[in-house]
């Protein structure tokens, strides 16, 4: 099982970045996909959750900025960040899971694989 994250980089603040997650070695469609983000001294929290129906949650301070997508044919799933600001400062992980559902999903736990992570910095 694998998962590549790719799309991060510097941007300044108010700019757009999407990032991509591909995965293989499992059946993609049958996965729960979910978006963290760690920035240096803080916890690993939630960004953004994708289950199998396509169903979606957001992380509070992300609402409204951020949207997920999956596309089960590229066994891939998208976090497109708009209006970006400083504090979304972190390397973003992309997380596969099969047993969560409702807001649980929002849990590390309830993810067994993950992927590398990618660098997002935005200057203010």
């Known amino acids: 099982v694998q998962l590549v994250e790719s799309g991060g980089g510097v941007v300044h603040s108010g700019a757009s970045l999407r990032l991509s997650c591909t995965v293989s070695?499992?059946?993609?469609?049958?996965?729960?996909m979910g978006w963290f983000r760690q920035a240096p001294g803080k916890e690993r929290e939630v960004v953004a959750a994708?289950?199998?129906?396509?169903?979606?949650l957001y992380g509070d301070s992300v609402k409204g900025r951020f949207t997920t997508s999956r596309d089960n044919a590229k066994n891939t799933v998208y976090l497109q960040m708009n209006s970006l600001n400083a504090e979304d400062t972190a390397v973003y992980y992309c997380?596969?899971?099969?047993?969560?559902?409702?807001?649980?999903?929002?849990?590390?736990?309830?993810?067994?694989?993950w992927g590398q992570g990618t660098q997002v910095i935005v200057s203010s």
């Open positions: 997380a596969a899971g099969l047993g969560c559902s409702g807001y649980g999903c929002a849990g590390l736990s309830a993810y067994d694989h």
């Open positions: 070695g499992y059946t993609f469609s049958e996965y729960i």
């Open positions: 994708i289950r199998r129906r396509a169903d979606t």
